[in-house]
């Protein structure tokens, strides 16, 4: 009686310790992405860190890696996370993105964050630069012949 004690008790022990890896995997996803749009080499002189907007705690730090890309593993599941570029030299935050949210099953891997701090590409730049110049080229050429 005594065997079918022990027998059940390390059963239901390694049931548990075998379970609880799929359970953490249920609870945590992946946030990354890159910082090369505006940190600058080296990117050793920068991290990433993910806060909980909700509560204002840092959740979690880590340095850019040499080619300026970020992951976090273990973030947990359904709470929105902002990424923040950090200058290490500074000792300031150089802009926020987000908030990110991960979500099981439909999201819980995201690696296409890209910190650019709401900067709009170098290409709308100069579209916006040609239109300007159309239309004051186009208001000229209508002003001078009334």
Do not use: H
């Amino acid at each position: 009686m005594i065997t079918r004690r022990v027998l059940a008790a390390a059963t239901a022990f390694f049931m548990a310790v075998g379970a609880a890896p799929m359970m953490a995997q249920q609870t945590a996803g992946v946030l990354g992405g890159k910082a090369t749009d505006e940190a600058r080499q080296p990117y050793r002189d920068f991290s990433v860190q993910l806060r909980n907007p909700s509560t204002g705690q840092v959740v979690a730090t880590q340095p850019l890696t040499e080619k300026g890309l970020f992951s976090f593993s273990n973030v947990e599941l359904n709470q929105r996370m902002l990424v923040e570029l950090v200058n290490l030299k500074q000792n300031k935050i150089v802009c926020t993105e987000g908030p990110f949210v991960l979500s099981a099953p439909a999201q819980m891997n995201k690696s296409d964050v890209n910190i650019d701090c709401g900067q709009p590409p170098a290409a709308l730049w100069l579209l916006a630069a040609g239109a300007g110049a159309a239309a004051a080229i186009a208001i000229g050429t209508r002003s001078a012949s009334k």
